[in-house]
């Protein structure tokens, strides 16, 4: 039986990793007047260079089992836990800048990289917890009603009825965390790919993406505690939070500035005097004439 106390849990998380980004998004809309566009493309992205193209390096690089096994986070769980961590961050941010090198011709402001930001990490919260958790929630209600299950999900029947109830909570809360760090790491990567001068920005998130992943991938291997990473992952994703505000609030401030200067600009080139060519005097210009005749004595 999967206790009533896991069920809770499981709808919890799911509902926060569905609901916080698209209440995210329509609260900051109105604040930031962010556009729909970005966040599609931000989604779009996370799909293809995420589940897709790293997808295929993964099965290519690490050959997983029919288990699920991977030989190298066994035989070398260090190697294993730098590819894993530096792959990922490698693909997202290399997805961002492709991503920002497209909008960047038809939308300006850090307001894209936000709701970018919102599309990439709601996507992921959606179908990599949101989906998976309703899909265990079924699961529960099926095992609890007594009904047989396929021998393919004994490990999910047997996780979901020893695991303690609380951890069941912890992936809602996972899920803000990640948001958080995802919004941060697309405000990096929208700077350095529209600002002069700053495009070492870029590999700096590659970095910071591969540390935000480093809790996890410590804790596959069998190095660190559930509770442990959590704390990490937290800790990391308010620090991310903090500078990403701090970087919003300087260029909507730098916006701000330009904006008021081109403004000036043009009020000022409106009210510029107008100087009309004057006609030419008929008496001077008889004169000048009478001048270019007269013989030279």
Same mark, same amino acid.
Request: proline share 5%.
């Given at each position: ?29 109105? /604040? ?6 970005? #966040? ?101 209600? #099926? ?16 996780? #979901? ?52 992943? &480093? ?14 990473? %959590? ?24 916006? /701000? ?18 100087? &009309? ?10 004169? %000048?004439?009478?001048? %270019?005749? /007269?013989?030279?004595?």
């Amino acid at each position: 039986m999967v206790p009533t106390a896991s069920i809770l849990g499981m709808a919890v998380s799911a509902v926060i990793a569905i609901g916080v980004p698209i209440g995210l998004f329509l609260v900051l809309r109105k /604040r930031l007047d962010l556009k729909v566009p970005p #966040m599609l493309v931000g989604a779009a992205v996370f799909i293809v260079f995420a589940l897709v193209l790293e997808s295929l390096m993964h099965r290519i690089v690490l050959h997983p089992g029919a288990d699920g096994t991977i030989a190298l986070a066994q035989n070398n769980p260090a190697l294993y836990v730098l590819y894993g961590i530096f792959a990922a961050g490698v693909f997202e941010e290399t997805g961002r800048l492709v991503g920002f090198t497209l909008l960047k011709k038809r939308f300006h402001g850090v307001r894209t990289g936000v709701s970018y930001g919102i599309g990439h990490g709601g996507i992921e919260s959606v179908l990599l917890a949101g989906l998976s958790l309703l899909s265990a929630i079924v699961i529960s209600i #099926m095992i609890n009603a007594g009904i047989k299950l396929p021998t393919s999900l004994d490990a999910t029947v047997t996780t #979901m009825t020893t695991q303690p109830s609380g951890l069941f909570f912890v992936g809602g809360v996972e899920r803000i965390f990640a948001i958080g760090t995802q919004i941060s790491l697309s405000i990096i990567v929208w700077i350095a790919v529209t600002h002069k001068g700053k495009f070492w920005l870029f590999p700096v998130a590659i970095a910071l993406h591969a540390l935000a992943d &480093l809790g996890a991938a410590l804790t596959q291997v069998g190095k660190w505690s559930i509770l442990a990473t %959590e704390v990490y992952t937290g800790v990391l994703a308010a620090i991310f939070v903090t500078g990403a505000v701090w970087l919003i609030r300087r260029c909507l401030n730098e916006e /701000r500035l330009a904006d008021e200067a081109a403004a000036t600009a043009a009020a000022d080139d409106a009210t510029l005097p107008v100087i &009309l060519p004057q006609a030419p005097d008929p008496a001077a210009a008889a004169a %000048e004439a009478i001048d %270019e005749i /007269r013989p030279v004595a």
